[in-house]
């Protein structure tokens, strides 16, 4: 049982690059969520899906674009980078209680 | 709308010292309310939860206490270890809803 995972750990962009963020988890949560971490910002919640096939937009979405593949998989897609998105991005899932989430372990993204 | 308010850090403690971190919200309704742990380099890890009014949640050998008429969730430890240095998260959610509201989060640094 490996609870959220995210891929990359780490990642190097430079400005107007593209990349995709992959995020899975095993616990058949029906909602998952993409957030960053900014310091002094605290969490700001980018996108979220209340359940399979359904994406809604958070606090800060613009610059970013998801997809829920299925139940186990939601991915955050930068189109063109830019610096200001230089962050730690977290995963996370949850249940029926919808406060209780499970983090995954969060991509280190820096954009020159 | 809704907010959540923790005191600012960073909080430095020495070992065996009794530990508060303030906690107090904002909302409309009855939400519950959360507190989350994240040690360096990793995601936020579900520490205690309160649903109601009067509830204490307990963990690890912490606890805060749901007072709605202060609108507070107060996070203490007895004695805290040079282990629980992290950084603390306050949150609140809705029955229902789909989003969570973090604080900013304080960070704990216990010396040996």
């Known amino acids: 049982n490996a609870g959220v995972t995210q891929t990359p750990k780490f990642q190097v962009l430079k400005t107007g690059q593209s990349m995709t963020l992959q995020c899975a988890q095993d616990?058949?949560?029906?909602?998952m969520y993409w957030y960053r971490q900014d310091p002094g910002m605290g969490l700001r919640l980018i996108y979220y899906s209340a359940s399979e096939g359904t994406t809604d937009k958070g606090e800060v979405p613009n610059g970013y674009n998801v997809s829920r593949l299925n139940k186990r998989e939601f991915s955050l897609r930068l189109e063109s980078a830019a610096p200001s998105q230089t962050s730690v991005y977290f995963c996370?899932?949850?249940?029926?209680?919808?406060?209780?989430?499970?983090f995954g372990p969060g991509t280190r993204l820096t954009v020159t | 709308g809704d907010s959540v308010t923790q005191m600012e850090g960073p909080v430095t403690l020495s070992e065996e010292a009794f530990l508060t971190i303030n906690c107090t919200y904002t909302a409309t309704g009855y939400p519950s309310l959360f507190w989350y742990v994240q040690y360096p380099g990793e995601g936020l890890q579900l520490l205690l939860k309160a649903t109601k009014a009067d509830d204490k949640g307990s963990n690890k050998g912490f606890e805060a206490t749901y007072r709605k008429e202060t609108t507070s969730f107060h996070l203490e430890k007895g004695s805290v270890q040079v282990s629980d240095s992290a950084v603390y998260f306050c949150a609140l959610s809705h029955t229902g809803g789909f989003k969570t509201i973090f604080g900013a989060g304080t960070r704990l640094f216990v010396k040996a």
């Open positions: 616990m058949n949560h029906n909602s």
């Open positions: 996370a899932s949850s249940g029926l209680e919808r406060g209780e989430q499970y």
